[in-house]
């Protein structure tokens, strides 16, 4: 088992910056590839970055990329997701997601999900 805890939301101005955490806990981080998704209100669940499991590889939306930054840090069991310039458009609960080693995009790929942490962008 693999236990997730988001952090780092909140409401924010369009062309703001955010920083997400996710915390780990349970089994080695260190196996684990990480992805961030979001859901905004009467939508589906979307992939928004991924990291494998020691970094070697990255994955962006591509609504996201040249925004967004993951980056993950196995000595403190978490990953991040530097969020810049950001759009009402990127109004969404963000989930972070574990599945071993390499990335993926689906939800059905990952095994493991957080609660999700809100993130508002204001005009």
């Known amino acids: 088992q693999v236990q997730l805890v988001e952090s780092g939301g909140g409401l924010v101005q369009a062309g703001g910056s955010l920083r997400l955490s996710c915390a780990a806990s349970?089994?080695?981080?260190?196996?684990?590839?990480v992805g961030w998704f979001r859901q905004a209100p009467d939508k589906e669940r979307e992939f928004v970055a991924a990291?494998?499991?020691?970094?070697?590889?990255?994955d962006y939306a591509d609504s996201v990329k040249g925004r967004f930054t993951i980056s993950r840090d196995n000595a403190k069991n978490t990953v991040y997701l530097q969020m810049n310039s950001l759009k009402r458009d990127d109004t969404a609960v963000y989930y972070c997601?574990?599945?071993?080693?390499?990335?993926?995009?689906?939800?059905?790929?990952?095994?493991?999900w957080g609660q999700g942490t809100q993130v508002t962008v204001s005009s």
């Open positions: 997601a574990a599945r071993p080693w390499g990335v993926a995009r689906m939800t059905a790929n990952y095994a493991y």
């Open positions: 349970g089994r080695t981080f260190s196996n684990y590839a």
């Open positions: 990291i494998s499991s020691v970094a070697q590889n990255t």
